[in-house]
C-alpha cells in the first residue's frame, strides 16, 4: 500500500472485499485490550462501513498527506513518529487481525511512510444486532437516557463527584462521574426504566457497564457514536428501533427532564435548577411525581372496570 493514492485506493477496496463474508466483529477480554497497545499495520482493515471506504468518497488525499507530514517531522525531530494519546481506535475481528474504527487517515499515513506498526486503543462496541438483543430481551417498557459524555462525567476537579472506585479499580477506571448519579441510577431501575448512555467518543460499552456495577447499579446498553456511525451505515436509525421497543423516553440533561411517550402531543419538558449538588435529587422527585400519575391512572381505570 505504498503506491499512489490511485493504488492505495485500490489496495483499500481489495482489503474491504476480502473481509466481506468472511471477517466479523468479537469481544476481547479485558486484559487483552489493556496489553495491546500497538498493532501492525498490516493486521488492520478498514471499516466498509466507513466513508473512508466508500467508493464515492473515499480516502481524503489531503488529510493523509498532512499526516504524513507530521509523522515525517516528529521523526526528523527525534521523536516517536505518533502521538501515543491518538490512539487508531479498532475492534478485534475473526478469524483473525482488526478493524479500524476510527483512525483510518492516520493509518493510511503510517502505511504510506512504510510505519509497521500503528498505536491502538481495542473496543468493544455494541452493533445492531446487540442492541436488537437488548431489546428483545428487556421486560422493560420505559427508559431513559443520559450522554455520558456531557452529563454524567465530570473533571476531576469538580466539587460534586462520587467518591473514586477503591483500589484497584481506579487505575483500570479513572474517570469520575458527578455526585448522585448511582442513587438516581438505582431510582430510575426501582421505577422500571432501562438505561441507555450515549457517547460521541468510542468507548468499549463492556467497560462502562462494569464500571456502574462497581457503583452497584446497571445499564443497559451504549451506543457510540451514534451520529457517525448511522451516516456511515447509509441512514440505519438505530433511534427509530429504540422509539419502537419502548412507549416512554426520559431524555435527562443537565437542566432539562424531557418525557416523550407514545400518545403524547408534545413533549413534556421539567426544568432542573442546574445546581449540580441537588441535580439528583430534582430528577428523583420527577420520577416520584411520573410513578404518582401511573398510579393515579391505574386506580382510575380499576374503579371504572
Known amino acids: 500500500m505504498a503506491g499512489g493514492s490511485t493504488q492505495f485506493e485500490a489496495d483499500v477496496q481489495q482489503a474491504v472485499q476480502k473481509i466481506k463474508g468472511v471477517y466479523f466483529p468479537v469481544k476481547t477480554g479485558m486484559v487483552a485490550r489493556l496489553l495491546t497497545k500497538k498493532?501492525?499495520?498490516r493486521d488492520l482493515y478498514p471499516n466498509p462501513e466507513d466513508e473512508f471506504c466508500r467508493p464515492d468518497i473515499g480516502p481524503n488525499d489531503g488529510i493523509i498527506s498532512s499526516y504524513e507530514q507530521q509523522f515525517l517531522a516528529n521523526i526528523r525531530d527525534g521523536l516517536?513518529?505518533?502521538h501515543d494519546n491518538e490512539p487508531i481506535i479498532i475492534e478485534q475481528l475473526h478469524p483473525d487481525g482488526y478493524m479500524i474504527i476510527n483512525g483510518h487517515h492516520r493509518w493510511a499515513a503510517a502505511v504510506k511512510i512504510g510505519q509497521p506498526e500503528i498505536p491502538v486503543h481495542v473496543v468493544n462496541l455494541m452493533h445492531e444486532a446487540d442492541i436488537r438483543e437488548i431489546l428483545r430481551n428487556t421486560k422493560h417498557e420505559k427508559r431513559a437516557t443520559f450522554?455520558?459524555?456531557e452529563v454524567l462525567v465530570r473533571s476531576g476537579d469538580d466539587p460534586y463527584l462520587e467518591k473514586p472506585l477503591p483500589a484497584p479499580w481506579d487505575k483500570t477506571y479513572k474517570v469520575r462521574i458527578r455526585l448522585g448519579v448511582p442513587a438516581l441510577f438505582h431510582e430510575l431501575e426501582k421505577s422500571g426504566y432501562d438505561i441507555w448512555l450515549y457517547s460521541a467518543n468510542y468507548p468499549s460499552a463492556d467497560d462502562v457497564q462494569e464500571y456502574f456495577?462497581?457503583?452497584h447499579v446497571n445499564v443497559s446498553g451504549v451506543i457510540a457514536a451514534l451520529g457517525k456511525r448511522k451516516a456511515a451505515a447509509?441512514?440505519?436509525d438505530l433511534e427509530k428501533l429504540m422509539q419502537g421497543r419502548y412507549r416512554s423516553t426520559l431524555h435527562i440533561d443537565n437542566d432539562m427532564v424531557l418525557q416523550i411517550s407514545s400518545?403524547?402531543?408534545e413533549p413534556r419538558e421539567f426544568p432542573l435548577s442546574g445546581?449540580?449538588?441537588t441535580w439528583s435529587q430534582e430528577i428523583i422527585e420527577v420520577l416520584e411525581k411520573l410513578d404518582g400519575e401511573s398510579e393515579g391512572r391505574v386506580r382510575r381505570y380499576e374503579s371504572f372496570v
Open 234 to 236: 447509509g441512514g440505519a
Open 147 to 149: 450522554d455520558l459524555d
Open 80 to 82: 516517536y513518529y505518533f
Open 263 to 265: 400518545g403524547m402531543k
Open 275 to 277: 445546581a449540580p449538588e
Open 39 to 41: 498493532a501492525a499495520c
Open 213 to 215: 456495577r462497581l457503583y
